[in-house]
Structures are given as C-alpha cells and as structure tokens.
C-alpha cells in the first residue's frame, strides 16, 4: 500500500492567490482528515469526512477554507484568498473505521504564503 | 483546558542512555484511546503504539517501551539506549469514545539524541 498521498510537497505562493491541496487516502479507509501544524498551535483539526461526507468542520478557521470529498479516493483542501498566517505544515490523514484504530498520516504540504 | 499535556519541551540525551517522555491526559470517559506519534525532522508523522483504557499492560517493543497507569492519567513513553536516529518531535495523542473521530494531540516533546 502505498499509504496516503498529499501533493503537492511544498507550495509557495503570494498573497491573494488561491492554493489546492490535495489528498489520496488508503484505499479502503472510510475516514479522512486534514490537519494544520504550526508551531504557535500544534496539530489542529480542520475537518474530518465519513463516507466522503463532511461530519465535522468546526476547524476550518474561516470562509477561505474550504474542503471536498467528490469520491473515496481524492479529497482537496482550498484557501481561497491565501493570507501570512495560512502558512503552515498541512496533513490528511485516513482510518479504517473510528479513530481509535489511529490514522496514517500523509506526509505533509509545507505551505508558505509570501 | 488541555486535554493531552506533554510538560518537557525539549530533551536532549547523549546517544546510549535511556529517556522518558511524559505524557498526562484529562478525560471522564471509561472507554478511550491513547497513541504516541513520532514526527522526525522529515516532518512525516509516523504512528507508534496505540493502547485502550481497559487495557494497562505496559508494552516493549525493541528499545521502545510504554508505560500506561490510570491512576495518574499518564502514558510515559521510555527509549532504552537511544540513537540518533530517535531525535525527533514525539507526540502523545488522546481519542475519547464519546467524541467521535477526535484527537486531541498534545504540544509534542522535541527529542534530541547527541552522538
């Protein structure tokens, strides 16, 4: 299994303009999660999906943070206009099942907003 | 409040000797989980262990070696001989039954192993 893919690796864009992350899960995992890290805040949890379903985005910090799921296999992450402060390590998880399994992280998008 | 509390920051040992990590937690559920990730300076995060509430065996696996006691509400997390491939960022990570899919991670410990 190749586990769960994130793209692009790192991003680097200015002010203003729009970035799409995206998001391959374990094929097989029915939850998917996106998580942001920095270091004034730690991990945080933006939203998390079931199903391809968006269960809970109590995370996102603002309307310029939006997240899809069109199927079980893709999922992207958009900021839309990208500010500073979205700068930030950003992670997609899967798990088979609830959480208490753990996830299987992707190995991260570096985001830095100019 | 925080749920998961990893109190040392950072940690610096030299290569070979032993290294505890703290890990305290706050819930009221009887049914709960608790994990402990590793995050190496590649930056991806890689899962360790995972133990549920009913179950307080302490765990080795190789150098590696956990430490779960309800009584404190901890789950330490010991390196026997460390290496330098062990300096990494390790984070504790809490999921209660009662809150669906959430972890709620701890602020992570910064582990430095010195050749």
């Known amino acids: 299994d190749a586990g769960v893919i994130q793209s692009p690796r790192h991003e680097v864009t200015e002010m203003g303009q729009e970035v799409t992350l995206r998001c391959k899960p374990i094929s097989g995992h029915d939850y998917l999660f996106w998580y942001r890290q920095t270091m004034m805040r730690g991990l945080e949890l933006l939203i998390y999906f079931n199903n391809n379903v968006p269960i809970d985005d109590s995370g996102m910090p603002e309307d310029r943070f939006s997240a899809k799921m069109p199927n079980a296999s893709f999922s992207t992450l958009k900021i839309q206009p990208s500010e500073p402060r979205d700068s930030a390590v950003y992670f997609c998880?899967?798990?088979?099942?609830?959480?208490?399994?753990?996830?299987?992280f992707g190995s991260g998008t570096r985001l830095t907003v100019v | 409040a925080q749920k998961v509390t990893q109190a040392q920051t950072e940690i610096s040992v030299v290569e070979k000797e032993d290294v505890t990590l703290d890990c305290v937690y706050e819930?009221?559920?009887?049914?709960?989980?608790l994990f402990w990730y590793k995050q190496p300076p590649s930056g991806e995060l890689v899962f360790l262990i995972r133990r549920n509430s009913f179950d307080e065996q302490n765990e080795i696996s190789g150098r590696y070696s956990w430490n779960f006691q309800k009584s404190t509400s901890s789950f330490n997390f010991t390196i026997t001989a460390s290496q330098v491939v062990d300096s990494a960022v390790y984070f504790c990570a809490l999921s209660e039954a009662s809150s669906g899919n959430q972890f709620y991670f701890g602020t992570g410990t910064s582990l430095t192993v010195i050749p």
């Open positions: 819930t009221r559920d009887t049914t709960y989980y």
């Open positions: 998880a899967s798990s088979q099942g609830v959480s208490n399994y753990g996830y299987t």
